[in-house]
């Protein structure tokens, strides 16, 4: 699986761009993710903050999620701008019947696809060795362009799962004493 998406990254975007990340809990087809890209782009070019346009941009990466970007050094976002956004993704989880708010299932990229694991479900994985240390880790947790680019897919070890792996575990316990 080719896991190269930063040249879909404008690069006339501020570093500190805000970004967020949505991920469903299934992948969309290819029909589904056509309909999809065609509401992110209405909605960003119709994107505003009181009647200003934001510098915005939206994309549907590996037909699994859904990432917004708004330069804010033109047009800061606000609560009601960000609902907007909140209401959109609230219609693709009605039309398309998925969860994009789930922060409990987890993406890890494991022998070429994507797998989603739930956090209840995580140490089981690990035990099983089906994630290790350098498995690549989608980190919703990303704030801005800069951790788009340089943070969203990295190895688990680098990731706040590090604490979860049994060899990272002993790593940290050694250096403590």
Same mark, same amino acid.
């Given at each position: ?35 999809? %890209?065609?509401?992110?782009? /209405? ?15 939206? /994309? ?73 240390? /350098? ?10 362009? %800069? ?31």
């Amino acid at each position: 699986m080719n896991i190269n998406f930063k040249d879909l990254i404008p690069r006339n975007f501020n570093e500190n761009s805000h970004v967020w990340v949505f991920q469903s809990n299934s992948t969309f087809s290819v029909a589904q993710a056509a309909q999809i %890209k065609k509401l992110l782009k /209405n909605f960003v070019s119709e994107w505003k903050v009181q009647g200003t346009p934001v510098k915005g941009y939206a /994309n549907l990466f590996f037909s699994q999620f859904i990432v917004f970007m708004a330069d804010e050094t033109a047009t800061g976002v606000s609560r009601f701008s960000s609902e907007d956004l909140v209401t959109l993704i609230n219609n693709i989880q009605e039309k398309f019947e998925v969860e994009l708010f789930n922060k409990l299932i987890l993406a890890f990229l494991i022998q070429e696809r994507i797998h989603l694991i739930s956090l209840t479900e995580l140490n089981r994985a690990i035990e099983k060795d089906f994630i290790n240390s /350098n498995t690549l880790y989608f980190n919703n947790t990303i704030l801005t362009k %800069k951790q788009l680019l340089n943070n969203w897919i990295i190895p688990v070890k680098k990731s706040w799962l590090a604490l979860r792996i049994p060899e990272n575990i002993q790593v940290n316990a050694d250096s403590i004493n």
